[in-house]
């Protein structure tokens, strides 16, 4: 078994879930993360603990004193920040101590899903408005394919801003019953 | 002074910090007082901390040279909204025992 692993993968903001049970598994199978870049998964052999990861799309830069703080919030409370990209932090903690959840009430995950709606938002205004004029503006076929492009992402986008916002909407519904 | 129901969480918070507490501290205290039902995680409970430093409710004590973990304690506003919910829980109390009872007693 090799100690160091590359893995490649695109990471869909909105499918943060699945990229945490596919960190889940590759730690089953004993191996932890060490490092992401774009698409670019670093791996190290583990001492064979299994870990759980959390994916968070932060309310803050981490390398401002909010995002910092916030990071050693969860340090104190025993919750490893393996990592940063962007405002994403790749966040860990030993599997045998049980379920692991960053936020335990409906409007707190209300805020977190809003927060990152709020970030897909004008990305996919923006590829709108760059496919748009690309596409109607200008008649060289390189512009055609960058306007494309854009709103092949604009759609891309849209994709993951409903996904969001259905998370919203069902936990919206379920707090007018539940705290 | 606010007469909305508290949450859970900011309701067991409030109590927790009777006497001064970090983060973690709170998490265990919660717990504790709540018999193990009431578990926060540490996102929602840091959401709420700095709500409630916000509103004036509870107070960061001074962090000691070096440390980074930051002590809470309660502040006199968060022990009257506290108060103001224990009153408002006893109410809820007080009407469903009348009601849910008494009808438990007319239907033998």
Redesign the interface.
């Known amino acids: 078994m090799k100690n160091n692993v590359i893995r490649n993968r695109l990471f869909f903001f909105w499918n943060y879930d699945r990229e945490e049970e596919w960190l889940n598994r590759m730690s089953e199978d004993g191996y932890e993360l060490e490092d992401v870049f774009l698409w670019r998964y670093r791996f190290r052999r583990g001492s064979g603990q299994k870990m759980r990861y959390k994916l968070?799309f932060l309310s803050h830069d981490p390398r401002d004193e909010k995002g910092r703080d916030?990071l050693?919030?969860?340090a104190?409370?025993?919750?490893e920040t393996v990592c940063t990209f962007g405002r994403w932090a790749y966040l860990r903690r030993p599997a045998g101590e049980g379920e692991f959840?960053?936020?335990?009430?409906i409007?707190?995950k209300i805020?977190?899903f809003k927060r990152l709606f709020c970030f897909l938002l004008p990305v996919a205004l923006v590829n709108l408005v760059l496919g748009l004029i690309n596409i109607l503006a200008f008649a060289g076929w390189d512009n055609r394919l960058a306007g494309g492009l854009c709103l092949f992402v604009f759609l891309l986008f849209c994709w993951g801003m409903r996904r969001t916002a259905g998370a919203i909407w069902r936990l919206n519904k379920e707090k007018k019953i539940n705290? | 002074m606010e007469t909305a129901a508290l949450t859970e969480a900011v309701y067991y918070i409030l109590l927790s910090l009777r006497e001064p507490l970090h983060g973690y501290g709170i998490m265990q205290r919660v717990e504790q007082l709540s018999g193990g039902r009431v578990r926060l995680a540490a996102g929602t409970l840091y959401g709420a901390l700095s709500t409630l430093l916000e509103r004036g409710w509870i107070e960061a004590m001074p962090e000691p040279r070096g440390s980074r973990k930051k002590e809470y304690r309660l502040a006199p506003a968060g022990r009257r909204a506290a108060e103001a919910e224990l009153a408002r829980l006893r109410e809820l109390v007080r009407n469903g025992t009348e009601i849910l009872e008494g009808d438990a007693g007319n239907e033998k």
Request: negative net charge; hydrophobic residues 25%.
């Open positions: 968070e916030y050693d919030f969860l104190d409370a025993g919750i959840e960053l936020y335990s009430d409007s707190s805020g977190y705290e």
